[in-house]
């Protein structure tokens, strides 16, 4: 007599979840903290840079400008409110709202190339000028390349919103881009007083 399998029924558990009861959520976070630590050593090498240099910038290398490094800043703050919008509607499975939020957003994703652009050219010095533009280049370059991903990403996503293949489970899938969105608007902060504001203060 083969022994009795017990068995949980899981009928009623919801297909769509949200926050950390969903597995992406996890995923996306673990790649935060992985980008977030590149992000800390471009830091952590920008002040121990300066911290070996009796002038910084370096004598002869100009400050950067701030005109168009605080206007990205402020655009990248203020595409978090469409985004917040956008997960709000996936929250509540608004696909009419989804799409008209996330298209919002993809409008900010290529938006953030041309800002991102100016605030290279705000640098006012080249990558290769010394140690101060090495590490200047690198540390914009690095987000920059959270933001050409993230574009892709919300470029890929709204093609799936506007498309027949657009499941129920793709809600999910649009908060987690939301999440990441806040991080990586977020995370320009320090960068922005560490590499356009600190030179002003030496």
């Not at 899981?10 to 950390?20: D, E, S």
């Not at 959270?146 to 574009?151: E, T």
């Not at 499941?167 to 902060?189: H, I, N």
Request: proline share 6%; net charge neutral.
């Amino acid at each position: 007599m083969s022994p009795a399998r017990s068995g949980v029924n899981v009928a009623a558990l919801p297909t769509t979840v949200f926050g950390p009861r969903a597995l992406l959520w996890w995923g996306t976070l673990s790649f935060m903290v992985i980008e977030g630590t590149t992000l800390f050593i471009c830091v952590a090498a920008y002040l121990y840079l300066w911290r070996n240099f009796p002038s910084w910038p370096p004598e002869h290398t100009p400050r950067p400008s701030l005109l168009w490094p605080t206007v990205g800043l402020a655009v990248l703050l203020g595409s978090n409110i469409p985004l917040l919008l956008a997960d709000k509607a996936a929250r509540r499975l608004d696909v009419a709202a989804l799409r008209q939020w996330m298209l919002v957003a993809l409008v900010f994703a290529f938006v953030f190339f041309f800002l991102r652009w100016q605030d290279l050219q705000a640098l006012n010095c080249r990558w290769d000028s010394n140690a101060y533009g090495s590490i200047v280049w690198i540390t914009v370059g690095v987000h920059a390349s959270l933001l050409v991903l993230n574009a892709l990403e919300t470029l890929v996503f709204v093609a799936i919103l506007f498309s027949d293949r657009f499941e129920e489970r793709y809600f999910s899938d649009a908060s987690e881009s939301c999440f990441y969105w806040y991080f990586m608007t977020l995370a320009w902060v320090p960068l922005y007083v560490t590499v356009y504001l600190t030179p002003y203060l030496s």
